[in-house]
C-alpha cells in the first residue's frame, strides 16, 4: 500500500499561473518535507514540517509556499511559477525527525512550465 | 554545514560483475551517512544507513557500504549487479545532532548492461 501519496504525478503550467502539488500520507509521521530535484542533480530541501511547526530554508524563493492543514496533507504552492522552476517535486515524511527512523519519499510531482 | 562528493556521475557495468559507487563526504561535527536508490519516475528509498557502530553496513538489495572516518568516505557495493539494479544512486550525510536535515549527493547513474 502508498504510504507517501503524490498528486498529480504529472503537471503543465503556463509561465506565472499559480500550481498546487499535493502530498499525503498514511504513516501519520510528524515531520514532512518538500523537496526540489532538477535533472541529474541532488534533492534540495525548500521546507520541512515537524508537526505545524514550518521551517523554511533559507535558499528557497518567496515564490514557493507551503501549507500543512493536518498530519497526513501537506501542499506546495508555487505562486507564479519560471521556466526555472521546471522539476520533479518529491514529498517524504518521516518519524520524529531522528536518524535513527527512515525517511520515506513519495513518487514525486513532475512540474512542467510552458 | 555537512557536504557530500559522489565523484561518478556515471557508472556502467555489466550484469553480474561487482560494482563500487564512490562517496565522499565533509563535515565538522560527527555524522550518520545514508545511501538511496531512486528507480525511473519513483521517489528515493533507504538502501542502508550508518548510525554508529560496525563500520560496514548492509542493506537491502544485496548492498552493503562501509564507513572509513579516516578518509571520509562511504563507499557503495554490490558483489554482482543485475539488470534491475540500473537507477540513481544518492548519497546523504546529516549530523548527529538535531533535527535529521540530510545534504545529498549529486547522485551516481548506475547503468547495467547485459
Known amino acids: 500500500d502508498a504510504m507517501v501519496i503524490q498528486n498529480p504525478r504529472y503537471q503543465v503550467t503556463q509561465f506565472g499561473k499559480p500550481v498546487t502539488l499535493s502530498c499525503s500520507q498514511t504513516?501519520?509521521?510528524?515531520?514532512m518535507y518538500w523537496y526540489q530535484q532538477k535533472s541529474s542533480q541532488a534533492p534540495k530541501l525548500l521546507f520541512h514540517y515537524y508537526d505545524k511547526d514550518f521551517n523554511n530554508e533559507a535558499d528557497t524563493p518567496d515564490n514557493f509556499q507551503s501549507r500543512r492543514p493536518n498530519t497526513s496533507f501537506c501542499f506546495l504552492d508555487i505562486r507564479s511559477p519560471g521556466l526555472g522552476d521546471a522539476a520533479m517535486y518529491l514529498c517524504?515524511?518521516?518519524?520524529?525527525?531522528?536518524?535513527?527512523?527512515?525517511?520515506?519519499f513519495g513518487p514525486g510531482t513532475r512540474l512542467l512550465v510552458l | 554545514a555537512q557536504s557530500v562528493t559522489q565523484l561518478d556521475s556515471q557508472v556502467p557495468v555489466f550484469e553480474e560483475a561487482p560494482v563500487e559507487l564512490r562517496c565522499n563526504y565533509s563535515s565538522s561535527v560527527s555524522v550518520y551517512l545514508f545511501w538511496y536508490v531512486q528507480y525511473p519516475n519513483q521517489g528515493l528509498q533507504l538502501l542502508l544507513k550508518y548510525l554508529s557502530g560496525s563500520t560496514l553496513v548492509k542493506g537491502i538489495n544485496g548492498f552493503e557500504a562501509e564507513f572509513n572516518k579516516s578518509q571520509t568516505s562511504f563507499h557503495l557495493r554490490k558483489p554482482s549487479v543485475h539488470i534491475s539494479d540500473t537507477a540513481e544512486y544518492f548519497c546523504a550525510v546529516s549530523g548527529t545532532g538535531g533535527s535529521y536535515i540530510p545534504t545529498f549527493g549529486r547522485g551516481t547513474s548506475l547503468i547495467v548492461h547485459p
Open positions: 504513516l501519520n509521521h510528524n515531520v
Open positions: 517524504a515524511t518521516h518519524l520524529n525527525g531522528h536518524a535513527e527512523e527512515t525517511q520515506y
